[in-house]
């Protein structure tokens, strides 16, 4: 357990992870924490936002089975839809909408403070900035007052804009977990008190560090959910045209001379004044004026 964390290949393809909390390196502020363990989270190995928002909270004693399944969402671009194709990469990995957030602020945090709370994963992928993760004194003078300052700014509805432009992503993938959970054996925590790590060494240590996860993809099917225009401008002029044609006798055609009479008498009027840079001419011809 020296690594915290293993993992090995279990039965039918799934993959077995096993963490050990050591509760003796906790410190006091998070002692008075109503649960102790981890955070996990299943997430494209391109995309570290989804991290931010959502997870499981897994606590030691148990062992978890999480039942994962692919879904991938395509959504459409301008004009028709709302995200944006341009935008693929920044901070944290593939572009998203959370990460678009989170690098949102860390740009707040940077200008405030000087750095943030943790540094982005992928820095390099905005040349023209640079992070610096916030010492413990600096968190605790600046960084944690900005922090939340920010958050209430940003969870405020009736605000009027805080520079956070974050359309929604044109792709999308998604790891849908089902999790379920079962308290490790008293008999095999007794075989684990063997490789426990220095300053573990009864059954009920076991049973407050230990946590089990074996991981299974249920179906290798891919759910795919795309968004589709179903009413374009090509359905617009197609029903305009054939409401003109119902009540009003109308078609193409009508419509094309309608346009050509307006343009010509527009044309004649305009010409035809005086000053405007036309004359108009009458000839008389058979009259005798004598």
């Known amino acids: ?12 393809g799934k993959m077995q992870l096993m963490f050990f909390a050591d509760l003796n390196e906790y410190s006091d502020m998070t002692r008075r924490e109503p649960q102790y363990g981890y955070t996990v989270v299943f997430h494209d190995h391109e995309s570290y936002s ?65 750095c943030v709370h943790v540094a982005p994963p992928l820095p390099d992928n905005e040349p023209g900035k640079h ?6 004194e600096e968190w605790a003078k600046c960084g944690l007052r900005a922090y939340k300052n920010w958050v209430v700014k940003y969870s405020d509805v009736n605000r009027v804009s805080m ?22 054996s ?7 008190v063997q490789r426990l790590p220095d300053g573990y060494n009864t059954t009920q240590d076991v049973m407050e560090n230990l946590l089990i996860i074996d991981i299974l993809f249920t179906s290798m099917q891919v759910s795919e959910i795309r968004e589709i225009v179903t009413y374009g401008w090509a359905n617009f002029l197609g029903d ?8 009003l006798g109308a ?40």
């Open 1 to 12: 357990y020296q690594r915290r964390v293993r993992g090995k290949g279990g039965d039918y």
């Open 50 to 114: 989804s991290t931010i928002p959502s997870g499981f909270w897994l606590s030691p004693g148990s062992i978890y089975k999480a039942d994962l399944s692919l879904s991938q969402e395509f959504r459409e671009g301008p004009p028709a839809g709302t995200c944006d194709p341009t935008r693929v990469n920044n901070t944290y990995g593939r572009y998203e909408e959370n990460s678009c957030i989170a690098q949102c602020r860390d740009d707040a945090l940077m200008k405030e403070c000087g």
């Open 131 to 136: 992070y610096r993760g916030c010492t413990l």
């Open 163 to 184: 520079g956070c432009n974050c359309p929604p992503t044109c792709f999308e993938t998604e790891y849908r977990a089902q999790i379920s959970s079962s308290s490790l």
């Open 186 to 192: 008293k008999f095999y925590a007794e075989q684990k």
């Open 240 to 247: 305009v045209g054939g409401v003109l044609g119902l009540f």
């Open 251 to 290: 078609s193409i055609f009508t419509i094309m001379e309608f346009i050509q009479f307006f343009i010509l008498a527009i044309w004649d009027t305009l010409c035809g004044l005086p000053g405007r840079g036309g004359k108009r001419t009458q000839s008389v011809e058979g009259i005798n004026l004598n």
